[in-house]
Structure formats: C-alpha cells, structure tokens
C-alpha cells in the first residue's frame, strides 16, 4: 500500500500525452508543428513540458512551406520562461535558401524564445553544402540568418570567389 501511494505522489500534478501532435501558430498563421511519441506536462511550481522520448517540430513559412526541421531525443519547455532545452542528437536543418541548406548537429541546445537565439556550449558541427566548421560553443539567431562559434575549426569557401583573385 505504501508503494501505491508513493507512485500516487509522484505522478501527482503530471498530465500525460501519447502520440502529441501540436499545430504552433501566431496571427492565425500556423508557424510549426510539433510531434512527440510521448509527453509529460508538469504542473507544479515552476511548470514545464518534457519530452522523454524525443521530439520533432517542422516549422514554415509564412506561405506555409517548410523553412526548417528541429529534432531531439529529448526537450524540456519551461512554461514562464519561454526557455526550451534540449538534448541528445539534437539537429536543426534551416531550408529557407534552398541552395544553402544549414544543418546544425549538437550534443545540446537552448532556444531562447525572449532573444530569439539558440544556444549551446558543448561540442558541435555546423554544414552547408559548401563547408563544414566544428566547435565549441555556438549561437545563431532564429532563422540561422547569422550564427557564430565561439571556438572553431575546419574549411569554408569564401562567400565572395572573387575574393581568391
């Protein structure tokens, strides 16, 4: 019996989701959609949202095309922060120039929705079909329209091939 109630408290304040898929959308525009085999959405003090079995958000354009993909195997939404974490193969693929397809492959990312930044301080691998630049520690703006490594190696063409002459 006192195995029953310890589980009760436990889960007490957590609802529960299998199989969520959620339309995101601003001014009537639908921005993305989010699916995840599995959620827990925590209602205590602070609140939050878990995804313990990974996620997948495919967001679009205003002309609702495909502008880029997010990918985790795990995400964590803090509700009063706007913060959204996460970790475990997470990829992010920016298609908005279809001739400059951008791929980030990190081990873990913060999207700061106050800032508009995505964030993370640990190893990871930035590509285009052009170059590829590894680092540590990296920042890059919504749309991936700029970014920065704070340490990096690796090869890239200058944007300019005139430049070389």
Not at 21 to 35: N, P, R
Not at 45 to 52: A, D, G, L, S, V
Not at 137 to 155: E, K, M, V
Request: proline letters at 4%; a neutral charge; glycine letters at 6%.
């Amino acid at each position: 019996m006192n195995a029953v109630r310890r589980f009760d408290k436990d889960k007490l304040g957590v609802e529960q989701g299998y199989n969520v898929e959620t339309i995101m959308s601003q001014t009537a525009h639908v921005k993305g959609i989010l699916t995840s085999p599995y959620m827990e959405r925590h209602t205590t003090h602070p609140p939050y949202t878990e995804f313990p079995r990974g996620l997948k958000v495919v967001f679009y354009s205003d002309s609702l095309t495909i502008s880029s993909i997010l990918t985790a195997n795990y995400g964590k939404y803090m509700d009063g922060e706007k913060d959204v974490y996460l970790r475990d193969s997470v990829v992010f693929i920016s298609l908005k120039d279809p001739k400059n397809i951008q791929r980030l492959d990190c081990k873990d990312l913060r999207w700061d929705a106050k800032k508009s930044l995505f964030t993370t301080d640990k190893y990871c691998r930035y590509s285009t079909p052009y170059d590829t630049l590894f680092g540590v520690g990296f920042d890059a703006n919504q749309d991936f329209s700029w970014s920065r490594f704070h340490t990096a190696h690796g090869s890239f063409m200058a944007p300019d091939s005139s430049f070389v002459e």
